[in-house]
């Protein structure tokens, strides 16, 4: 199962974009990368997930190169309310098509005025 | 729908003490798990089911847990015999598509062990 490295936290301002970099150097062929978003009590909710290349959606950006060994969430013009821990994953595929995500600690990102 | 539900949101009791928890998941959801979240760190996968079979079962998920999920509906966990390490955020959350890593989380259970 590979694992995943990310910052522990990150310090922002309210419209700057901000990257936030995964590791992942024993990801296997199959896997996807996950991103995740929690705010204080409550449920992760799924950000952006990516095989190759670059991933985009209403919210975020997923870079990854060429040897997938990494990724790099990006969250454009972020505002006070992006302040959560973000997760990278990277998933297992369970029996029947579900998948054992496994978090790590997260990175925490704090945005301020 | 209005998304995962989970009940009760906090539980109270006392070491020793046997314990439930329910979980809705999204109605057209074949696919649900059980996560526990512990202060500071990520959350931590239990059990998975496909409609009403439990298929996987983390090492974490000791005797005294044990998960159900009857007609392939709503799911319940139950921990006897509770102890203070139990103290945690349970999760539960649902998907859909196959091969798809976008999993809905509830709000969780706070259950705390006196």
């Known amino acids: 199962l590979a694992k995943t490295t990310q910052p522990i936290s990150m310090d922002s301002y309210e419209g700057q974009e901000v990257n936030i970099t995964c590791s992942h150097n024993n990801i296997a062929t199959n896997d996807y990368i996950t991103w995740y978003q929690q705010f204080p009590s409550q449920g992760p909710r799924f950000i952006i997930q990516?095989?190759?290349t670059k991933v985009t959606n209403e919210v975020a950006s997923l870079f990854i190169p060429a040897d997938r060994k990494s990724s790099t969430l990006s969250l454009p013009r972020v505002s006070l309310s992006d302040t959560a821990v973000y997760y990278c994953?990277?998933?297992?595929?369970?029996?029947?098509?579900?998948?054992?995500?496994?978090f790590g600690t997260g990175t925490q990102l704090k945005v301020e005025l | 729908d209005t998304g995962v539900s989970q009940d009760p949101r906090h539980k109270i009791t006392k070491r020793g003490q046997n314990v439930t928890f329910r979980c809705d998941p999204i109605s057209e959801h074949n696919r649900l798990y059980w996560y526990r979240q512990t202060l500071g760190q990520g959350p931590e996968f239990l059990t998975y089911f496909q409609n009403e079979a439990q298929l996987e079962k983390s090492r974490l998920l000791s005797d005294r847990f044990s998960a159900e999920r009857p007609k392939g509906s709503f799911s319940t966990l139950e921990i006897q015999r509770t102890e203070q390490g139990d103290s945690a955020m349970y999760l539960c959350?649902?998907?859909?598509?196959?091969?798809?890593?976008?999993?809905?989380f509830g709000p969780g259970t706070r259950l705390t062990v006196t």
């Open positions: 994953l990277v998933g297992l595929i369970l029996t029947g098509g579900g998948n054992k995500l496994t």
């Open positions: 959350a649902s998907s859909l598509e196959a091969g798809s890593y976008e999993q809905y």
């Open positions: 990516g095989y190759k």
